[in-house]
């Protein structure tokens, strides 16, 4: 019997957690019918590590952009240059960037900085731009907002832990909602409320692995195959079907990651 078709949207497969098993971790995603999986970056300046994973790989893809966690690190990377390394046949969207004011790994206006850039390059290309949001929510929606009267561009919130508000200001700019395993979590209930109200045509799930394992695995390092934990749970939550929430997610991610090639 063949599994259904689904995709991580977002993992980090070039982290050292993976280093001595990628070709194992990718054929357990495979077996578990998680068959494309899409690498994020967090620094520019490690964009080669990426780009060699999606050239080893036929079903990896990549993104280019830094990280909140390493905007004071990367404080003036241009939305040129990240328009002119997204031109790789395999950099399918820009980010992840955004805000995180849980952990303040960098100043925020640098972070805000930064976001902005990876918003215009996201402008530019018309690639979707992945967005990482912690405890940042009235100033995430607030330049969302501003920065799409300049014009839109396609994005994604991932890993969406925030709040409705939040949720819904993405929504009515156009954004899509992404899930990870925290959607599983015994505490999670309201989330698992704020994803229940999210329309089916805007919804992707992913793992954000090595991170947050869902349940069974929580507190275990993470991995792609877990995917398919987290799309069960949103077809809970949304009262259908498995083979339905693989299918819409897919469906969704190759319409917003239009660079990407449908294998089905």
């Given at each position: 019997?063949?599994?259904?078709?689904?995709?991580?949207?977002?993992?980090h497969l070039d982290y050292p957690d993976f280093e001595s098993e990628?070709?194992?971790?990718?054929?357990?995603?495979?077996?578990?019918?998680?068959?494309?999986?899409?690498?994020?970056?967090?620094?520019?300046?490690?964009?080669?590590?990426?780009?060699?994973?999606?050239?080893?790989?036929?079903?990896?893809?990549?993104?280019?952009?830094?990280?909140?966690?390493?905007?004071?690190?990367?404080?003036?990377?241009?939305?040129?240059?990240?328009?002119?390394?997204?031109?790789?046949?395999?950099?399918?969207?820009?980010?992840?960037?955004?805000?995180?004011?849980?952990?303040?790994?960098?100043?925020?206006?640098?972070?805000?900085?930064?976001?902005?850039?990876?918003?215009?390059?996201?402008?530019?290309?018309?690639?979707?731009?992945?967005?990482?949001?912690?405890?940042?929510?009235?100033?995430?929606?607030?330049?969302?907002?501003?920065?799409?009267?300049?014009?839109?561009?396609?994005?994604?919130?991932?890993?969406?832990?925030?709040?409705?508000?939040?949720?819904?200001?993405?929504?009515?700019?156009?954004?899509?909602i992404s899930f990870s395993g925290i959607l599983t979590f015994k505490?999670?209930?309201?989330?698992?409320?704020?994803?229940?109200?999210?329309?089916?045509?805007?919804?992707?799930?992913?793992?954000?692995?090595?991170?947050?394992?869902?349940?069974?695995?929580?507190?275990?390092?993470?991995?792609?195959?877990?995917?398919?934990?987290?799309?069960?749970?949103?077809?809970?939550?949304?009262?259908?079907?498995?083979?339905?929430?693989?299918?819409?997610?897919?469906?969704?991610?190759?319409?917003?990651?239009?660079?990407?090639?449908?294998?089905?």
């Amino acid at each position: 019997m063949t599994l259904p078709f689904l995709v991580d949207s977002h993992c980090h497969l070039d982290y050292p957690d993976f280093e001595s098993e990628r070709e194992a971790l990718i054929e357990r995603a495979e077996a578990a019918g998680v068959r494309l999986m899409l690498t994020i970056s967090t620094r520019v300046r490690e964009f080669a590590k990426l780009v060699e994973l999606t050239e080893r790989f036929d079903r990896v893809y990549a993104s280019v952009g830094t990280h909140p966690h390493s905007a004071g690190e990367e404080p003036d990377i241009a939305p040129e240059e990240l328009a002119r390394l997204a031109r790789h046949p395999k950099v399918v969207a820009i980010g992840e960037a955004g805000l995180d004011y849980f952990y303040d790994k960098a100043p925020r206006d640098v972070q805000k900085a930064v976001f902005r850039r990876h918003i215009a390059a996201a402008r530019e290309t018309q690639l979707p731009l992945v967005i990482h949001s912690r405890d940042a929510d009235d100033d995430m929606a607030a330049i969302l907002t501003e920065e799409s009267g300049k014009g839109t561009f396609p994005f994604v919130l991932h890993c969406f832990s925030s709040g409705r508000a939040l949720a819904e200001a993405g929504l009515a700019l156009g954004g899509t909602i992404s899930f990870s395993g925290i959607l599983t979590f015994k505490r999670s209930e309201e989330l698992r409320q704020i994803a229940a109200d999210i329309p089916m045509d805007r919804l992707l799930v992913e793992t954000d692995a090595p991170y947050l394992a869902p349940l069974p695995y929580r507190g275990k390092r993470n991995e792609p195959a877990y995917t398919r934990h987290t799309a069960e749970v949103l077809a809970e939550v949304k009262g259908v079907s498995y083979e339905v929430i693989a299918e819409t997610t897919s469906n969704n991610f190759f319409r917003l990651f239009s660079k990407v090639p449908d294998p089905r």
